[in-house]
């Protein structure tokens, strides 16, 4: 265990960094704080790179055992490097996990395919959801939110370092999917088939366009069927992140053996 | 067409106290911006107080004909009275709807009761959903946050201006529902039958809990069934926004007659 009392202080700098993108693609790692999110990082302890505790907390059951990764701060410390108010004396820099393409690819389950999602507390959202229902995994277009930013990472609760998220996937990525049986299918408002009345079985990708402009032309061409999900007719849209909990919910009810969900 | 330049000038002066709750039920007003929610508002003009235009904007055809409710302002005056950084031209001020707690009761339907939500995305995320899907109405117990709380308002997209909302509905009032023959349902990651296959037609109230600390027990013990939405184990719970629509929208799917949604 070590104390660390100065702002100067290596670690800290480097906690301070991976809030820039720049720093997190660069290192590989990325920081979560809260004790929720924390505790979640411990069950998985090769992701750990340090974990910082607050004065007083130290002696925790569940930090003990990590004696050499764990750096005791007082809390107006813990406080600078922290993205909220209140990081609960918790926080850590974890290791980023990289999932294989290739890997992808050969498997099978249901998928999300996000095209441009912009917002943090969505995307976040989406990554919690997909974790609770099973999803496989999440696929991003680039121009997506980067699901390490600090607000990303909050609002998974945990599911980050869960779920695997494959970033900046591309037309030739998106070609390969195609050609080895991976079935497409995107909401519209417009669609004729209720998303319950669709079969979610099979080697699935849910494609769910940005909160501005919906999936882009060429993913739309690409989908084998389109869903409704039918709202009040005066209502514009749904929430991104509740349009996908809603038919990601539909295909593990579809798919229970699966998932051993229950 | 008022044009306004100074920041002394008594509207600019409402619009900025109405960022506090104590004005807004003095008042009975609120503030809204951005063009999809100005746009909402204008389609139940009975609910207009003042409209809000960035100079500019003022020739747009949804605005010309509220003539003498329309003020003119220069961007860094309405950016000024904005709670974001971009309200896209378009703000105003509109009259809170009361509604009658005693037409609740009379009504059917299947409504929502909120046990202390404490965070204002998750309130405009479940009004949103909630509007999209018929339901009838939020019941929101004390210590809720407003539904008039800028971020709620701007997250709803609109739903504030439809959807029925009752605060601070106390212990007496949950009575009289329970003696009006309404049946309330919560969500309990231990109960045994899964939402989907509960009965969610009839006069029925779902009860979910805050973040934190979820429904309290005096709610819990009136519940007539507990529903679970089975998710991975290894998750801790769903985001409450989350879990509302995943209901809602079976409760809408049971109800497809009821709500004309198709």
């Known amino acids: 265990m070590k104390f660390i009392t100065s702002k100067d202080n290596a670690t800290i700098r480097l906690a301070q960094k991976l809030k820039m993108k720049k720093y997190r693609d660069r290192e590989g790692l990325f920081f979560i704080e809260g004790r929720r999110s924390v505790e979640e990082l411990v069950m998985s302890p090769e992701h750990i790179h340090t974990l910082f505790v607050q004065e007083g907390y130290e002696e925790q059951d569940f930090i003990r055992s990590f004696g050499d990764q764990v750096c005791v701060l007082n809390e107006q410390l813990l406080n600078s490097i922290a993205d909220t108010q209140n990081p609960q004396g918790f926080a850590a820099i974890a290791h980023q996990k990289k999932y294989d393409f290739q890997d992808m690819l050969d498997s099978s389950g249901f998928w999300v395919l996000l095209d441009r999602i912009a917002d943090p507390g969505n995307l976040g959202s989406i990554i919690r959801s ?19 930013n600090p607000k990303v990472v909050r609002s998974s609760m945990g599911g980050v370092l869960h779920l695997p998220i494959i970033s900046e996937v591309d037309d030739e990525q998106v070609q390969s999917l195609q050609n080895h049986n991976w079935r497409f299918l995107c909401t519209d408002m417009q669609a004729m088939t209720p998303y319950y009345e669709a079969d979610l079985t099979g080697k699935t990708i849910l494609v769910l366009g940005s909160e501005a402009e919906g999936v882009s032309n060429k993913l739309k061409k690409i989908c084998w069927n389109s869903l409704k999900i039918p709202i009040n007719p005066q209502v514009d849209s749904l929430n991104v992140a509740v349009a996908c909990a809603i038919i990601v919910a539909e295909a593990a009810r579809q798919r229970k053996g699966e998932y051993r969900l229950l």
């Open 130 to 148: 997909c974790w609770a229902f099973g999803v496989g995994g999440l696929l991003l277009t680039p121009q997506s939110v980067d699901p390490y």
